[in-house]
């Protein structure tokens, strides 16, 4: 199994990005995808997750703001992320779960003030 992220970058406050993983290797068609970050000198935090029935689960910092979904025809999981503050800034890694973890090499996100 392999993930690839793309989408992340240098932001302003306030401003938004869209981040992409998309799943390859032989997956089962129940399974949770979802978005840790890891911030500098800080432990790896969930974002947010998404089953492939569609619940989602966020963390309380970004809820209201970030919003994920998937194709399931693709394996392929997106987060929209609106009114980023410097805060958000870390490394995003995407996640995919089915009886173990599976991990993308993460993508940054850099949000100036």
């Known amino acids: 199994v392999q993930l690839v992220e793309s989408g992340g970058g240098l932001v302003q406050a306030g401003g938004s990005l869209r981040l992409a993983c998309a799943a390859s290797?032989?997956?089962?068609?129940?399974?949770?995808m979802g978005w840790y970050r890891q911030a500098p000198g800080k432990q790896r935090e969930l974002v947010a997750t998404?089953?492939?029935?569609?619940?989602?689960n966020y963390a309380d910092s970004v809820k209201g703001r970030f919003t994920i979904s998937r194709d399931n025809g693709k394996n392929t999981v997106y987060m929209r992320m609106n009114s980023l503050k410097p805060e958000d800034t870390a490394i995003y890694y995407c996640?995919?779960?089915?009886?173990?973890?599976?991990w993308g090499k993460g993508t940054l996100v850099t949000v100036s003030s």
């Open positions: 996640n995919l779960r089915f009886g173990r973890d599976y």
């Open positions: 290797g032989i997956i089962p068609s129940l399974n949770t």
């Open positions: 998404i089953t492939s029935g569609g619940s989602t």
